[in-house]
């Protein structure tokens, strides 16, 4: 990807409109920031409302012009194509996000090679039905329903894993038929634009999918932009609730996917061992900023102290840094506010009386000094009622709970205002469907975690979401419904005399 200029080996790119990289309207930057290294190694505009503006308008002009007149077998062709231009350029775009977000290279790499088959999972469901014959209780009508486009598509997403959370909106908007515009979090702009460039490359026609950067300003615009029919979020729930009551106005449709305190819960019927491996890898994997982490894990009371111990253990073992080493086990901190944030949260939780049983602290990566990584940080006794077990902290930090038995660990589970996901540890069949039938969250895995996939639906309950992404029914939350009504008689009656 070409910057407008380079200076002092920090590269500056443009907004993204109509296959185009332009300047923004406003000489304002952003600095992009490798928060391994702390170096600002790239610029991105601060987009104004004009550039919004001009970003809906060429939108807007795209989904009523060229675009319309693709077939949804070219839309399933090109999504395939888009596919194939990630995968030959899989290892640009995973190193570009390490460079934004700090996360491990292998993990970034896993989610560059997995993203074409979204796009190939969309190219086929493009072209499958989605409309219905429908019986009515009136003679001589034949009714139909089609899907159409809902028009122009908001994609707001946040800097945890940019790509693979664009992704999941734009296989099923643009597979439907819709025109994007992304607005990636300001922390991580450059890998959107880059896979916006790309699908130009691909054969996308000029305005379908643009993407505009900033902070604060241009994502709030278009939550209230008259041409912006869908703001699909990924992202805090505060922010969430920002936009839904911003949409809420024009009566927008909105996809939310927003935070949690997922509950992983292990009884003492579980194979310990890999229930282990399960809780590591739910509450530390990308450095626990994940919507869906671990962070609640609740362990049975009579295997409590066994299984803290056995954590402490395995906790201790993970190697932080360089993102960029395969031998890493976990990254950085992906921004300064972020890691002030986790910091904090070890205070909170240390105050409020939980044991602090590893971690704790900063930790010190040689020839990294200035890089924003924390140690692993598991908190025994924890109270559901505190602060850590409450809050999103969106980092390395586990809080144990002890419960006594199935109703306990169910009421301890659902106590909280989050839905999005839970994990069941046991290997008595009927107990763990039993409870995971009466987990209140979008996801439960049993005897896994940390697990997504584009056939099944992801998302959330209560204050974790609204709407879905991935499966069949994510294509459908990108269309309107419209029905049909078609007579097949002898015509229509004079309504006023109806025996004539
Ligand atoms: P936010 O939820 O605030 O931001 C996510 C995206 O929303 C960014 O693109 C942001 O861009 C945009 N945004 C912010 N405010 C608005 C608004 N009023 N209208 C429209 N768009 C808006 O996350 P942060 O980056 O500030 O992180 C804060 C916390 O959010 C984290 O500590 C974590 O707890 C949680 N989080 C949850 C995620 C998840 O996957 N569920 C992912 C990331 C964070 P900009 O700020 O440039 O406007």
């Known amino acids: 990807m070409t910057p407008l200029e380079t200076e002092s080996g920090v590269r500056r790119y443009g907004l993204f409109i109509d296959n185009e990289f332009i300047p923004a309207s406003t000489e304002t930057y952003i600095d992009v920031t490798n928060p391994a290294t ?17 970003a ?20 399933a062709k090109f999504l395939i194509r888009f596919g194939q231009a990630i995968a030959d350029n899989a290892d640009e775009i995973a190193q570009l996000q390490v460079d934004e977000n700090g996360k491990l290279i292998r993990e970034m790499a896993g989610q560059a090679r997995l993203m074409p088959e979204y796009f190939n999972y969309y190219a086929g469901l493009a072209q499958m039905p989605t409309g219905n014959t429908n019986p ?21 997403t946040p800097w945890n894993s940019p790509l693979l959370l664009l992704v999941w909106k734009l296989g099923p908007a643009l597979a439907a038929g819709n025109t994007v515009i992304a607005k990636p979090s300001e922390i991580t702009p450059v890998s959107t634009l880059r896979i916006a460039e790309l699908a130009a490359e691909a054969g996308l026609p000029p305005g379908v999918f643009n993407a505009i950067t900033g902070l604060g300003g241009p994502g709030a615009a278009l939550t209230t932009h008259p041409g912006v029919d869908k703001i699909a979020f990924t992202g805090s729930t505060a922010t969430g609730q920002a936009i839904a009551s911003a949409a809420g106005k024009s009566l927008k ?69 360089n993102p960029q080493d395969d031998t890493s086990e976990m990254g950085t901190i992906a921004s300064k506010a972020q890691y002030d944030k ?9 105050n409020e009386g939980a044991k602090l049983v590893a971690g ?45 038995d199935e109703a306990d660990a169910i009421r301890i589970a659902n106590d909280t205002e989050f839905g999005l996901a839970a994990g069941v540890w046991s290997q008595n069949i009927q107990r763990a469907h039993r409870v995971g039938a009466q987990l209140k969250a979008g996801t439960v895995w049993i005897n896994n975690y940390r697990k997504t996939g ?38 229509v009656k004079d309504p006023f005399n109806p025996r004539a």
Request: proline share 4%.
């Open 136 to 156: 009515l209780h009136l003679k001589d009508i034949f009714n139909y329903t089609v899907r159409e486009p809902l028009g122009v598509v908001a994609a707001i």
């Open 253 to 321: 449709s909105v996809s939310l996917e927003l935070g949690g305190k997922s509950p992983n819960i292990v009884f003492d019927d579980a194979d310990l061992d890999s229930a282990m491996n399960g809780l590591i890898a739910g509450i530390f994997g990308a450095s626990g900023q994940t919507c869906m982490a671990g962070s609640r894990i609740l362990v049975q009371d009579n295997i409590y102290d066994e299984v803290v111990e056995e954590l402490v253990i395995r906790t201790e073992r993970i190697k932080v840094g």
């Open 38 to 54: 702390g170096e600002v190694w790239a610029q991105v505009p601060d987009a104004s409302e004009a550039d919004v503006d001009r």
């Open 342 to 350: 986790v910091l904090h949260y070890i205070e909170v939780a240390k």
């Open 454 to 491: 584009y056939a099944t639906p992801f998302g959330g309950y209560k204050q974790s979401g609204v709407g879905r992404e991935n499966g069949p029914n994510a294509l459908l939350e990108y269309t309107e419904e419209k029905s049909v009504w078609v007579d097949t008689g002898q015509g």
């Open 56 to 75: 809906v308008a060429s939108a807007r002009k795209a989904f009523e012009g060229d675009w319309a007149g693709w077939r949804a077998a070219d839309r």
């Open 360 to 404: 704790g602290s900063p930790a010190r990566v040689e020839g990294f000094e200035d890089g924003l990584f924390i140690r692993p940080t598991v908190f025994a006794n924890v109270r559901n009622d505190m602060r850590i077990a409450q809050e999103e902290v969106f980092g390395p930090i586990a809080a144990v709970i002890p419960f006594t």
